[in-house]
């Protein structure tokens, strides 16, 4: 049973950083990995993708603040949030993925606010 711990959430101001960390329970490697979020009363959206040579995707709103990196030695994912706003607050869910095959952590929050 693959395993996704997400963790590095929390309180924030806004303008402020933070960085998120996915664990997996299994080797990174062969997956593409990914960030999404979800905010209240809104579906989840994608965040960041990072494929399995490293290169990474962004959804617009992302761009220029958030950093996706991976670690495949450590089996983690990473996302470095920075300039943070109000509209960033939401649950971070991590994602891995293969040829139809899909993992999802339990999330983690991200509460942007002054």
């Known amino acids: 049973q693959v395993q996704l711990v997400e963790s590095g959430g929390g309180l924030v101001q806004p303008g402020g950083s933070l960085r998120l960390s996915c664990a997996a329970s299994?080797?990174?490697?062969?997956?593409?990995m990914g960030w999404y979020r979800q905010a209240p009363g809104k579906e989840r959206e994608l965040v960041a993708t990072i494929n399995i040579i490293g290169r990474t995707n962004y959804a617009d709103s992302a761009k220029g603040r958030f950093t996706m990196s991976r670690d495949n030695a450590k089996k983690t994912v990473y996302m470095q949030m920075n300039s943070l706003k109000a509209e960033d607050t939401a649950v971070y869910y991590c994602?891995?993925?293969?040829?139809?095959?899909?993992?999802w952590g339990k999330g983690t929050l991200v509460t942007v606010s002054s």
């Open positions: 299994t080797s990174l490697f062969i997956y593409d």
């Open positions: 994602w891995m993925g293969r040829s139809g095959m899909d993992y």
